[in-house]
């Protein structure tokens, strides 16, 4: 059931309209009785009661509309809907401008209704001037829609270059880069060699991170390079502190996965377990292709102790698990908990849908 107490008052726009429409209406009549010498003081009255009983009857179906949704319907059933509205509202224009006529007005003989032809023949012109009214209602309405449209979709437009610029800045730690600079360095001066490697390893993670957005997608194997990068870059910093392995299966390096999800899974293991511990800790991460379901399984496990705060998850999971979802849907699943089988131990699970490999922009 739908209620017209809940529709909404009509804003001062609308009430700008009507009266300017209804009065442009009238001094159209009044223009053409003095162009057919019929203006008078009652044709006058007449076409003001006239007026002022199409304004409340338009304002009546404008609730109606409202209230049963008529906005939202495909042009068929819209038609169908006003084709019967107009035709009983201009029956029914006519009984009440009539009855005022007869009754306020009361002109004389030569004025009055003849009949039934002159009866038909007004609610046929008012049939029409109802079907104008719709015109311009629904005309106003899809405008004022499709405007509304355009600005939100500018607004996601802009929310997800916003989002993009946050995920971006995320990536790449800023303590990360200044510690790594000035580890280089440092070690310009003892090891020339090995600095210009470790140049090498924070140049590729930089066009890496800067190009990210290019590709939805990267193979599995590119994504393992930036974390090895990644992980020489932080054993300068730590040195013996870090200690790490990866165990992948050679079939799992063409799968498709979103860019940076390891080294942000990694990058979250040294910062809130390893990096705070003065013994260190090790980093384990394991991929395993499971062809029979489609499936691409990998496990970051890392020395700590995985204390979430409630409505707190971290910028850069909550980014990698609605880029998962947009991408695969349901079908991806990324979990962070305690391993059950071994104390002090984080394992971070990530499960893909296998899919086909295809080029990516990435270099």
Same mark, same amino acid.
């Given at each position: 059931?739908?209620?017209?107490?809940?529709?909404?008052?009509?804003?001062?726009?609308?009430?700008?309209?009507?009266?300017?429409?209804?009065?442009?209406?009238?001094?159209?009549?009044?223009?053409?009785?003095?162009?057919?010498?019929?203006?008078?003081?009652?044709?006058?009255?007449?076409?003001?009661?006239?007026?002022?009983?199409?304004?409340? &009857? $338009?304002?009546? =179906? %404008? *609730?109606? @509309?409202?209230? !049963?949704?008529?906005? #939202?319907?495909?042009?068929?059933?819209? /038609?169908?809907?006003?084709?019967?509205?107009?035709?009983?509202?201009?029956?029914?224009?006519?009984?009440?401008?009539?009855?005022?006529?007869?009754?306020?007005?009361?002109?004389?003989?030569?004025?009055?209704?003849?009949?039934?032809?002159?009866?038909?023949?007004?609610?046929?012109?008012?049939?029409?001037?109802?079907?104008?009214?719709?015109?311009?209602?629904?005309?106003?309405?899809?405008?004022?829609?499709?405007?509304?449209?355009?600005?939100?979709?500018?607004?996601?437009?802009?929310?997800?270059?916003?989002?993009?610029?946050?995920?971006?800045?995320?990536?790449?730690?800023?303590?990360?880069?200044?510690?790594?600079?000035?580890?280089?360095?440092?070690?310009?001066?003892?090891?020339?060699?090995?600095?210009?490697?470790?140049?090498?390893? &924070? $140049?590729?993670? =930089? %066009? *890496?991170? @800067?190009?990210? !957005?290019?590709?939805? #997608?990267?193979?599995?194997?590119?994504? /393992?390079?930036?974390?090895?990068?990644?992980?020489?870059?932080?054993?300068?910093?730590?040195?013996?502190?870090?200690?790490?392995?990866?165990?992948?299966?050679?079939?799992?390096?063409?799968?498709?996965?979103?860019?940076?999800?390891?080294?942000?899974?990694?990058?979250?293991?040294?910062?809130?377990?390893?990096?705070?511990?003065?013994?260190?800790?090790?980093?384990?991460?394991?991929?395993?292709?499971?062809?029979?379901?489609?499936?691409?399984?990998?496990?970051?496990?890392?020395?700590?102790?995985?204390?979430?705060?409630?409505?707190?998850?971290?910028?850069?999971?909550?980014?990698?698990?609605?880029?998962?979802?947009?991408?695969?849907?349901?079908?991806?699943?990324?979990?962070?908990?305690?391993?059950?089988?071994?104390?002090?131990?984080?394992?971070?699970?990530?499960?893909?849908?296998?899919?086909?490999?295809?080029?990516?922009?990435?270099?």
């Amino acid at each position: 059931m739908f209620s017209y107490a809940s529709v909404p008052a009509p804003g001062r726009l609308y009430w700008r309209l009507q009266l300017i429409g209804w009065a442009l209406y009238f001094l159209f009549n009044f223009v053409v009785f003095s162009v057919f010498g019929k203006a008078s003081t009652d044709t006058g009255l007449i076409t003001l009661l006239i007026v002022a009983t199409m304004l409340g &009857l $338009s304002h009546a =179906l %404008r *609730y109606h @509309i409202v209230a !049963n949704g008529w906005q #939202q319907l495909a042009p068929l059933p819209l /038609l169908g809907r006003l084709l019967v509205t107009n035709a009983l509202l201009s029956v029914l224009s006519q009984v009440i401008i009539w009855g005022l006529i007869a009754w306020v007005v009361r002109p004389s003989s030569t004025g009055k209704p003849q009949g039934w032809a002159e009866f038909i023949g007004y609610a046929f012109n008012i049939n029409f001037v109802l079907w104008l009214w719709a015109g311009f209602y629904f005309g106003w309405h899809y405008l004022r829609s499709y405007k509304q449209a355009e600005v939100d979709k500018w607004k996601l437009s802009a929310a997800v270059q916003e989002a993009e610029m946050r995920t971006l800045k995320a990536q790449i730690n800023p303590h990360f880069m200044f510690n790594s600079l000035n580890n280089i360095r440092a070690l310009v001066m003892e090891d020339p060699a090995r600095s210009r490697d470790m140049i090498t390893h &924070l $140049s590729d993670l =930089l %066009r *890496y991170s @800067i190009q990210l !957005n290019s590709a939805e #997608q990267v193979p599995l194997g590119r994504e /393992l390079e930036i974390v090895e990068h990644y992980l020489q870059l932080e054993a300068l910093q730590l040195e013996e502190r870090l200690r790490y392995s990866l165990d992948v299966d050679p079939a799992a390096l063409p799968v498709l996965i979103p860019p940076m999800t390891l080294q942000l899974l990694v990058e979250n293991a040294i910062k809130h377990g390893i990096a705070p511990r003065p013994e260190g800790g090790r980093i384990v991460l394991s991929a395993q292709l499971n062809t029979g379901l489609g499936q691409l399984h990998v496990a970051v496990r890392s020395t700590g102790r995985y204390q979430p705060t409630p409505g707190h998850e971290g910028v850069g999971l909550r980014n990698a698990r609605e880029r998962l979802a947009l991408l695969f849907g349901p079908a991806a699943h990324l979990e962070i908990s305690n391993d059950e089988t071994a104390a002090d131990t984080v394992v971070a699970q990530l499960q893909l849908p296998v899919q086909a490999s295809r080029p990516v922009l990435l270099a």
